[in-house]
T-cell receptor
C-alpha cells in the first residue's frame, strides 16, 4: 500500500537559515507525483511544489526546492533563507498509482511543524 | 480571481442538527474533495467527486453526505449521525494533474 512518512513532528530554524523537511514514501508504481503543502495558523492549505517521478531535475519554486532521491524514495522539502512567515505546518503528499483508476485521492503524511525563530 | 470559496468560516451546531458546509470553485476543475482535520492531525478524506452527479466515499464518510449537481459546487452535509463533528473542514479541487487547491476552510463546533 502507498504510504507517506514525515518523521519530524517539529522543527526549529533561525531566520535566514535554510531548513530541510523530510518526507519518505512507499509505492510500487513507477509513475507518481509528490507534493508539498503549507498550512499556516489560519488553516488554509497552500500548494508549494510538485515533483513528477519521471522529472530529471529537482523541482524549484522560488525559495522552495524539492530534493528528490528516487532510489531512496525520499522527497525532502528545502526552504532557503527562512522567513518568519514560513512558520507553519508542512505536509507531504503523493498521487495514487495509475492503476487506481478512478480512485484519484492523494496519500498524505501527518505533517511537520516548522517554527522560524527571529 | 479564480479560486475556491468555503462558507461559513465558523459554524456552530447543536447536537442532533444537520448542517451544510458550502464549497464553490471557479477553476473549472472536474474533481472536488472534502477533508476533515482534527487538532494536531493530518487530513482525512471524507468524500470526493470526479464528475458531476457522481461521488465516492473517502476514508471517513460515515455521518456525512454530499451532492454534486453542478461542476462548481460540492456541498457537504454533516448529519446528526456524525457523533464527533467538531473539526476543521477543508474543501479542495483539482484538474487531471492531481494538484489539489484548497479553500480557506470551515471550523465546525458542536455546542
Amino acid at each position: 500500500a502507498q504510504k507517506i512518512t514525515q518523521t519530524q513532528p517539529g522543527m526549529f530554524v533561525q531566520e535566514k537559515e535554510a531548513v530541510t523537511l523530510d518526507c519518505t514514501y512507499d509505492t510500487s508504481d513507477q509513475s507518481y507525483g509528490l507534493f508539498w503543502y503549507k498550512q499556516p495558523s489560519s488553516g488554509e492549505m497552500i500548494f508549494l511544489i510538485y515533483q513528477g517521478s519521471y522529472d530529471e531535475q529537482n523541482a524549484t519554486e522560488g525559495r522552495y526546492s524539492l530534493n528528490f532521491q528516487k532510489a531512496r524514495k525520499s522527497a525532502n522539502l528545502v526552504i532557503s533563507a527562512s522567513q518568519l512567515g514560513d512558520s507553519a505546518m508542512y505536509f507531504c503528499a503523493m498521487s495514487p498509482p495509475r492503476y487506481a483508476g478512478n480512485n484519484r485521492k492523494l496519500i498524505w503524511g501527518l505533517g511537520t511543524s516548522l517554527a522560524v525563530n527571529p | 480571481d479564480g479560486g475556491i470559496t468555503q462558507s461559513p468560516k465558523y459554524l456552530f451546531r447543536k447536537e442532533g442538527q444537520n448542517v451544510t458546509l458550502s464549497c464553490e470553485q471557479n477553476l473549472n476543475h472536474d474533481a472536488m474533495y472534502w477533508y476533515r482535520q482534527d487538532p494536531g492531525q493530518g487530513l482525512r478524506l471524507i468524500y470526493y467527486s470526479q464528475i458531476v452527479n457522481d461521488f465516492q466515499k473517502g476514508d471517513i464518510a460515515e455521518g456525512y453526505s454530499v451532492s454534486r449537481e453542478k461542476k462548481e459546487s460540492f456541498p457537504l452535509t454533516v448529519t446528526s449521525a456524525q457523533k464527533n463533528p467538531t473539526a476543521f473542514y477543508l474543501c479542495a479541487s483539482s484538474s487531471l494533474s492531481d494538484t489539489q487547491y484548497f479553500g480557506p476552510g470551515t471550523r465546525l463546533t458542536v455546542l
